[in-house]
């Protein structure tokens, strides 16, 4: 997945330019076919291409659009050694589509929840993993009759149906006659120079004293999009000319290097490697250092693996803007609720380069080493805070790095004698994580490998143990979850661990929980895992506090559904209170949603709807809510609201329900503790609306995205329309000031001088609303910015 993005399309940082023939003809390809291959040479546009093409053609996929980037999995050997199929590829395409994890096969999975949906599916750099992604795409296309696969790679998928484009670099100025400005307009690679040119230095403009050098560069660089926006970021300290000047020696010394490579391929190369001679040593030293990071990466983990002797910290600020200066790595924020979180990435061909140099340096393996050693210590940062107000940062910090939180993993596992860090970096990851992010699949996959590898009796193990459990129970694999429970039982009762002991309590209850055989049973385990915390000395019992929460969460449920509504009040108001004195909003959520399940069995509807409403503003606050209580939540308001008679609420609430739980990839309400009265008010609704109209009630709140499912449920207002795509990219904020901006008639100039931003700023976000919004001008985003909210003046 792409930074920015948890499924949808990547936001453009930079604007589009050009390519107006290859967008019409491959339109037209994906419509008359199922399987179509963009194939060139790094460098080339087959990312930006694949991404435009699929924005303006959104409209047409009423199931999604959804971009996997397959460079998160960097070593195509891991496919082959460790699972013999495409499964670790299908969990990846699974975790961008945000479809929870299942027990079986994960290529199966994807199939089933694509079987239905016309949607188109993207898969960008298969070239490493050919194999594998050809029986992924085959398997998919054959189960879903209506899903279109477009995929980048610099060889063809080779599989039958599939239809290869190669996308040729941009036209370049004939070497004819001396070219004038005027007639530039039309040359693409002409027009990106200067675009991109003007991005780092407001004031070039082409003149007649630049415009032999800047159409000989374009020549130069064969119209090769990335060669030329490298090339034109120097124009902040060179002229045109002296950029050329320095690329001559460069491109004769490489011509007479390897014959056999395409010309192409040796201009790339010479670009890329031209842009690294041209940077100061502490800048190569950072590119190198950074090709150990997947996807994106933030400062801090910057600061912890690739600082030290060579490269001070105190320097690595100045360093790092330097490489961001000469487009070398990207700056790409994120969001957490109010938060913006700055991230930085490198394109596929710069991080390649970049690691043959740490490699030629010897740097390889001790950086691999760093890195993995980095993030095993993040996770033990955060499972010191997991009760505190940083635990929602902590779910949405790992859910951003899982890429790299799986190479530091993969790197443990390959390595012999290391399964005990692997099992150290696992289990030090918020158990919330597992099954926010739908990975629960993959992280008992890890799990199972690491504890194949050590058999040393420890208490880490039987943590690594109980959570293997505890993950196969949430995958439903019921006879797993048993034998996982016995074995670290046995082991913590060897070791005499008391918070073992209280684990193993939790993990059987959550499993009889969830079949609902035993409610008793469910009792006396949360029981007896209470008083288990309870005996342990004092320092001890704040280390467990975490387990003492999830034991009160767990028997308050338990409790409430045996009647005894007194007690269960009593667990949820406990934890209420360790929640607010700790600031743990995710907490807070659960015990205000468990208040709110008492009162709906008691028969106090009103109390159940204030605790419940207040349960999703908190979950809302944080930015990033747990979309599991957050389906918990909905599902009480609908009972709430079928039971008042508020019948189309309710089903629009059934249908956000619904959609929640296809993306967690488990059903929620069908756990049988909750499913009678969620069966109940289905029917009580269908009978009341009938089933057309019930039916589009339900499908309308389906297509709700998660934040405009609690929007609606808190506000009462039914949207009326949601963005092309089923509103899988909802705007920010600033991006929604805009939008209310141009409903009013305001310039890009004019939005920048009300918000007090740069020009180009404005017209970076108005990109970006189009994008998101699958439109391509701005009178569309007037209209439909109107059309969400009809009842408020413009802007």
Not at 660 to 665: C, N, Y
Request: hydrophobic content about 45%; proline content about 5%; charged content about 25%.
């Amino acid at each position: 997945m792409s930074a920015g993005t948890r499924g949808g399309l990547p936001a453009e940082l930079t604007s589009f330019v050009g390519r107006r023939l290859e967008r019409g003809e491959l339109k037209g390809l994906l419509g008359a076919s199922r399987l179509v291959t963009l194939t060139g040479v790094g460098g080339v546009g087959k990312t930006r291409l694949a991404s435009r093409v699929a924005a303006e053609a959104r409209r047409a996929f009423g199931g999604g659009v959804w971009f996997v980037d397959l460079t998160q999995l960097e070593d195509p050997g891991l496919l082959a050694r460790e699972f013999q199929d495409p499964d670790a590829l299908a969990y990846l395409v699974l975790a961008a589509l945000g479809v929870g994890q299942r027990a079986g096969s994960a290529v199966r999975q994807l199939a089933d929840h694509l079987a239905d949906r016309q949607a188109l599916l993207i898969l960008d750099n298969c070239e490493h993993l050919l194999p594998a992604c050809a029986v992924l795409v085959d398997a998919t296309l054959r189960a879903c009759p209506r899903l279109r696969v477009l995929t980048t790679s610099r060889e063809p998928l080779a599989i039958a149906g599939e239809v290869i484009y190669p996308v040729p670099p941009l036209p370049t100025p004939g070497p004819d006659r001396r070219p004038e400005v005027a007639s530039l307009a039309g040359s693409e690679s002409v027009v990106l120079f200067v675009a991109r040119a003007k991005a780092v230095s407001p004031e070039f403009a082409l003149t007649g004293e630049h415009v032999d050098a800047v159409v000989e560069l374009c020549r130069r660089l064969d119209g090769l999009p990335l060669g030329i926006e490298l090339a034109a970021a120097r124009v902040r300290v060179l002229s045109p000319q002296q950029i050329l000047d320095r690329m001559d020696d460069r491109f004769a010394l490489l011509s007479r290097g390897s014959r056999a490579a395409p010309a192409r391929q040796r201009s790339l190369r010479a670009c890329v490697e031209w842009s690294f001679d041209l940077s100061s040593k502490p800048e190569r030293l950072l590119w190198a250092r950074l090709s150990v990071f997947v996807g994106t990466f933030e400062l801090d983990a910057v600061e912890g693996v690739c600082t030290g002797e060579r490269l001070p910290a105190a320097d690595l600020m100045e360093v790092l803007t330097g490489l961001i200066d000469k487009s070398i790595v990207d700056r790409v924020d994120s969001r957490d609720g109010g938060d913006t979180q700055a991230r930085y990435r490198m394109l596929e061909v710069i991080r390649d380069y970049g690691r043959e140099q740490l490699i030629e340096s010897g740097e390889q393996v001790a950086l691999r080493e760093r890195h993995r050693d980095w993030y095993q210590g993040l996770a033990a940062r955060a499972a010191t805070e997991r009760i505190s107000r940083r635990q929602t940062y902590w779910i949405a910090r790992f859910t951003r790095e899982h890429p790299n939180v799986r190479v530091a993993v993969e790197s443990y596992l390959g390595e012999p004698g290391h399964g005990d860090s692997a099992l150290r970096l696992v289990t030090g990851l918020p158990w919330a994580y597992w099954w926010s992010g739908g990975l629960c699949g993959e992280g008992l996959g890890w799990l199972k490998r690491a504890l194949a590898r050590t058999t040393e009796p420890t208490v880490l193990r039987v943590r690594a143990l109980l959570l293997a459990g505890f993950l196969a129970g949430w995958l439903d694999d019921a006879r797993g979850t048993m034998s996982w429970l016995a074995e670290g039982e046995r082991l913590a009762e060897r070791l005499r661990d008391a918070p073992g002991l209280a684990l193993a309590a939790f993990v059987h209850g959550s499993a009889v929980l969830r079949q609902c055989d035993d409610l008793s049973g469910v009792v006396e385990s949360a029981e007896r895992g209470l008083a288990i915390v309870s005996a342990l000395p004092e320092r001890e019992r704040q280390q467990e506090l975490t387990l003492r929460m999830q034991l009160l969460l767990q028997l308050g449920p338990a409790a409430a559904l045996t009647g005894q509504y007194d007690r269960a009040r009593r667990c949820f108001e406990e934890a209420l209170e360790i929640a607010d004195a700790a600031e743990a909003s995710l907490n807070r959520t659960w015990a205000l949603w468990g208040l709110g399940l008492v009162a709906w069995r008691e028969g106090h509807a009103p109390a159940a709807d204030h605790h419940v409403r207040e349960c999703l503003r908190s979950a809302r606050a944080t930015g990033v809510p747990d979309p599991y209580v957050a389906a918990l939540g909905l599902a009480v308001l609908a009972w709430i609201a079928a039971g008042q008679r508020q019948h189309r609420r309710a089903a629009t609430l059934l249908g956000a329900v619904d959609r929640i739980q296809s993306d967690l990839g488990r059903s929620v309400t069908r756990d049988r503790w909750l499913i009678a009265d969620h069966n109940e008010c289905e029917e009580r609704v269908r009978t009341a609306l009938g089933d057309a109209a019930c039916t589009d009630d339900f499908r309308h709140g389906r297509a709700l995205p998660l934040d405009d499912a609690l929007g609606y449920a808190l506000d009462g207002r039914r949207p009326t329309s949601t963005p092309p795509g089923g509103g899988a990219a909802p705007l920010t904020r600033r991006e929604r000031e805009v939008a209310g901006l141009i409903v009013r008639g305001l310039s890009n100039r004019e939005i920048a001088t009300s918000l007090v931003i740069a020009q180009r700023t404005a017209e970076s976000h108005v990109e970006h609303i189009l994008t998101k919004l699958g439109f391509t001008n701005r009178a569309q985003i007037a209209a439909w910015t109107a059309e969400q909210h009809p009842a408020s003046p413009p802007g």
